[in-house]
């Protein structure tokens, strides 16, 4: 999915707008995860907390009527390039909520879809179908080679 700088802008500015209830100097003391629900027939952006409090709307005017089949994973990608920006750019060290904590695009039902990002207290740890490849087989292997034992 190709989009515009102002798409970009946006979806950056409404994560900035959900997290910005969470930036402070005190420590650490908000336990939840942010997620973020595209919705591909009204183009909406919704951001929410673990508690379903709404915490930023937008409208992607790209994303209005878009009849692609692979919506999901297209917006996946971008929103996941979104919050690494954010990220490099130091804002989400900023943020009072308690490591670990997640960003996580969810659908319609607010099933989670993926994971987007884990940020730790070690490093920051990005989730990708790559990094999990195999992963299955290697402990079902792991597994049965013990229980062999």
Known sequence: MNISEKTRAAISSSIREA????VSGDENSVVTD????PKQDSGELLIFNDDDEELARTIIDEWVDCDSDNFITEVESVLRSEILVLSEQGY????SLLKPYSFVLVDEDKETVAELMLIDD????LLSDELLKG?????????????EK
């Not at 070690?122 to 740890?125: G, H, P, S």
């Open 19 to 22: 997290l910005c209830r969470y």
């Open 34 to 37: 942010i997620h973020l629900m």
């Open 92 to 95: 989400l060290e900023k943020l």
């Open 122 to 125: 070690e490093d920051t740890l």
């Open 135 to 147: 992963l299955d087989e290697e402990l079902d292997a792991f597994l049965k080679d013990l229980l």
